[in-house]
């Protein structure tokens, strides 16, 4: 299994095997490589503090930049939204929502 370390160093971008939508003020993800009925292959829908993470994740930005930005933004405490920042890109590469371009260092 591809198991990898999201840390706050990590570059993640959208996955190619998704399609968004934007219903009512949320994001809804649906993964296209439906399986075997996992909870992976479930439509996610993201609010709108998820959706302002999700339109940062391009692929050149580190997690730890994205929370930075989101910090100012929504005015938080830079630690906690980096916390959940990490925690919420673990979840959607678990789910193959999101890939991870690489672990920082390079």
Same mark, same amino acid.
Not at 59 to 75: D, P, T, Y
């Given at each position: 299994? $591809? /198991?990898?370390?999201?840390?706050? $160093?990590? %570059?993640?971008?959208?996955? /190619?095997?998704?399609?968004?939508?934007? %219903?009512?003020?949320?994001?809804?993800?649906?993964?296209?490589?439906?399986?075997?009925?996992?909870?992976?292959?479930?439509?996610?829908?993201? $609010?709108?503090?998820?959706?302002?993470?999700? $339109?940062? #994740?391009?692929?050149?930005?580190? #997690?730890?930049?994205?929370?930075?930005?989101?910090?100012?933004?929504?005015?938080?405490?830079?630690?906690? %939204?980096?916390?959940?920042?990490?925690?919420?890109?673990?979840?959607?590469?678990?789910?193959?929502? #999101?890939?991870?371009?690489?672990?920082?260092?390079?």
């Amino acid at each position: 299994m $591809n /198991e990898s370390i999201c840390t706050a $160093n990590t %570059i993640c971008k959208p996955s /190619e095997d998704i399609v968004v939508r934007e %219903i009512e003020g949320e994001l809804v993800i649906v993964p296209l490589a439906a399986g075997t009925g996992d909870v992976e292959d479930e439509p996610y829908t993201l $609010n709108e503090t998820g959706k302002a993470m999700w $339109n940062r #994740l391009d692929g050149k930005k580190s #997690l730890a930049e994205v929370a930075a930005e989101l910090a100012v933004e929504f005015e938080a405490a830079p630690e906690e %939204i980096e916390r959940d920042v990490v925690g919420l890109a673990r979840e959607l590469l678990k789910r193959k929502i #999101l890939a991870e371009v690489s672990s920082g260092g390079a």
